[in-house]
């Protein structure tokens, strides 16, 4: 395999699309790449990645509405991750984050720092990108572990759920991926990806609302090292609930615009950064703070056999 070949297909591991399966610490959904496609037999993809979310944004259904409270929410989060393909066609993925959110309302601020959710994932790929196909399908089921601090305070009060670090609840994760090389090289291929997580109630009867995403974007890796992907990602959830009980002022539609840019700085090796940018969102009517834009910096590894 000559070394555009081997970059191009680090690539279909390393620079996947980078949402479908999120590891959603309290309100936040953790842009994980738990959805990349799955490494190779007996190879190891490892990723750090450091993630930053704005949710200061106060939106009224779709429109955005001026803010008079000052308020300021921000949440960063650190997630490791790490692949590990089993056999020709299945593999085991697993993530682990550490999450800090910040809010401060005209006031003393509000935060809470500590371990957030795990995911554990068994993949499938019937089929996936190599000198002999052009395509990649994938499925995956996996379970989202409540790990972390969930019960945190500020003076002795238990702080609101979208500020805990972690869910406090059980998920079940259905995933899947397809892709489509476009040349001759594998360099440039188009992909679409969707998940469903389904969340349980947590010990203070709190269930996070149903998620769905689905994802569609190009990616093009390039002869210098560099690589390119633009993606639209859709994400809707239903309405949180206490007691079997909707929430008002939670749940909506999502539609955001994902570029990323990686250099890889040996074949194995690559660093990545992506935005999110929101384009459309409608969050049922009703009156929401939520993600303004948020980023994330990944540096990732892959080794073993290939």
Excluded at 165 to 174: K, L
């Amino acid at each position: 395999m000559n070394k555009r070949l081997v970059v191009a297909a680090v690539s279909a591991v390393a620079f996947s699309p980078a949402h479908a399966t999120t590891c959603s610490c309290a309100s936040v959904p953790l842009l994980g790449t738990m959805e990349l496609a799955s490494p190779a037999d007996t190879q190891w993809y490892l990723a750090s990645t450091y993630e930053y979310h704005n949710l200061s944004e106060l939106v009224s259904g779709s429109s955005t509405v001026p803010d008079d409270t000052a308020r300021d929410r921000t949440s960063h989060a650190l997630i490791l991750e790490a692949s590990r393909g089993l056999t020709e066609k299945w593999a085991l993925s697993a993530l682990l984050s550490a999450v800090r959110h910040e809010r401060t309302v005209s006031g003393p601020r509000d935060e809470a720092t500590g371990l957030g959710d795990a995911i554990v994932m068994v993949k499938y790929s019937p089929t996936t990108i190599s000198l002999y196909s052009r395509n990649t399908l994938s499925f995956g089921l996996g379970a989202r572990l409540p790990v972390g601090e969930s019960a945190a305070t500020n003076a002795g009060i238990v702080l609101a759920e979208d500020l805990q670090p972690s869910t406090g609840a059980y998920a079940t994760i259905v995933w899947a991926y397809a892709a489509r090389a476009l040349n001759e090289s594998r360099s440039t291929r188009i992909y679409a990806s969707s998940s469903y997580t389904k969340n349980e109630q947590n010990d203070r009867d709190y269930q996070f609302g149903q998620e769905t995403t689905v994802s569609i974007g190009a990616a093009h890796q390039a002869q210098n090292r560099w690589g390119y992907n633009l993606e639209l990602l859709y994400r809707t959830t239903t309405r949180d609930q206490r007691n079997s009980v909707d929430i008002p002022n939670t749940g909506g539609e999502w539609l955001d615009l994902v570029p990323a840019v990686q250099y890889h700085v040996t074949d194995k090796m690559a660093l990545r950064l992506s935005a999110k940018i929101p384009l459309l969102r409608d969050l049922n009517d009703q009156l929401q703070f939520t993600t303004k834009y948020a980023a994330r910096l990944t540096f990732s590894y892959v080794f073993g056999n290939q």
